[in-house]
């Protein structure tokens, strides 16, 4: 008997109102419907209902990928610090990577991710270039210890990844394999039924290589992505480009305004009736790493734009940027509050829309005071230009001119062209076709397997709770028995039998419970059909089958496994 397949038996701690912690609704979400609970920040115990979901995510990553030519290893947990040295990464990698001394007093971390693991193990097996292409991947536990995890599954500290890692003798091979894993990720996240978008992504410090996110589009999303309305481009706003025509403004001569106390730019364009664009935003930052490590720098950007710090550090080839305090912004020459480009000692650099315009208005780094007719030809000698400004909505399409729309996205996975960068200090070296030592190519995948989970119930959900696509449903029916006549739970016993001998996951409600309850049960935890049968339609031998959309039928008791069967293979979901 397979007890734990009957409701009385499983373990599904639902809660009757909403976590009073949980902010976004996956989270509340997979509590109350008896999923997930917490251990401690960032960590989570999956419940046999979200362990089921997950086992099912994991089959289809695994069917696809192995359909596409990856193989499937599984790489330790715990991993050596020297690997982590070897390849210049402790030291950036920083306070997510969380580390320890074994008791023989040996630095050692968590794996938030396996490029040095998996890099060490090629490099000492590779021998030949006969041995390339591969492509190896895990399901696996990660840790990363977040400064800041939350919203339940989405980020945690410890959670589930699949991580693949592709080896090639070439930049074409790498390319071919970039372009598989690329089809094959969208091929996994259109089987789960989700509304996706690839997206170009930004590269890190590294420069030049590719790489895309793919994105579940939601509202709970932390990441800004920018997609164009007229054709495929789309991009997360950290990497994203676009144009806005913006007015050209008089040229002007130089003058100086009192604007006492007035200090955003929204309020300085106000009180001088101009367009917020006419503005020149200043804001001053700390830089880290690069050859302007420690340095203040300046950066300016329209008055309706929004500064991309991700820009600035690539403008600045750093590791990344701090706002600066008060102290920094005045050593370099500047007011807080008041901030122009005029007159500051400091590198400066400016978004390239500013290039050659005039007529603008600024601080004069003067307290109350600003200047208008500014025109960074003529007054701002020394300054650089970049792309510095966030795409917004309604810009134009840089490959169509269509107008760009903005949506939030939840990040599922990535793919990545490294290139050398591991395989190089990590010594992944071959012998190649011509006998000489090359160093190989790498490639990277990742899919947040517990993100994905999340991801899945932001899109899939209504008043009544879950609503999972058939192919991840914990349980592909739910099996209602109402009454607790002798006939019924035989009759219902029966049907349970007879589809769990078709191979049918089955859920069988069997509680005490009044019918109301065990509808709203199933409804929150988001079982895709419902059979269910009662003393009356059994003695006209009927029971009724309905789908979580909400339709109903009563159908013969007879016909019932069979029309289950058909059901589940329109809908899609073959396990
Ligand atoms: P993020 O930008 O969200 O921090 P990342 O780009 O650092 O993620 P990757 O290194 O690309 O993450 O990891 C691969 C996948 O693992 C991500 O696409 C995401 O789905 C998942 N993931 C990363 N961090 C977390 C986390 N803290 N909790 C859950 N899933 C995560
Ligand atoms: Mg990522």
Redesign the pocket.
Known sequence: MIAAMRYSKLFIPTLRDDPADAEVISHKLLLRAGYIRRVTSGVYDYLPLALRVLRKIEAVIRQELNRSGAQELLMPMVQPCELWEKSGRMEKYGPELLRFKDRHGHDSCLGP?HEEVISDLVARELRSYKQLPMNLYQIQTKF?D?IRPRFG????RE?I?KDGYSFHADDACLAAEYDNMFATYCRIFERFGLNFRPVEADCGSIGGNKTHEFHVLAESG?DLIAHCSGCDYAANVEKAVSERSVQAFEAATLQSVDTPNVTSAEDVAALLSLEPSALLKTVVYRVIGGENDATVIAACVRGDDQLQEIKLIHALAADGVEMATDEEVQSIGGVSGFIGPQGLSCKLLLDQSLNEAAGLVAGANKKDAHVTGLDTARDLDAASFADLRETRAGDDCLKCGSAIELSRGI????VFALGTQYTESMEVMFQNQQGKRAVATMGCY???V??LMAAVVEQCNDDSGISWPPELAPFQLGLITMGKSEEVMQASETIYQQLLDAGIDVLWDERKERPGVKFKDAELIGLPMQVVIGDRGLKAGLVEMGLRSGERNEVALTDIVNLVIDQLKTSGSTN
């Open positions: 991710t990363r977040e599954l989405m980020r945690g959670f990844m932390e990040e599922v996975g990535q990742g899919i947040g517990s993100r």
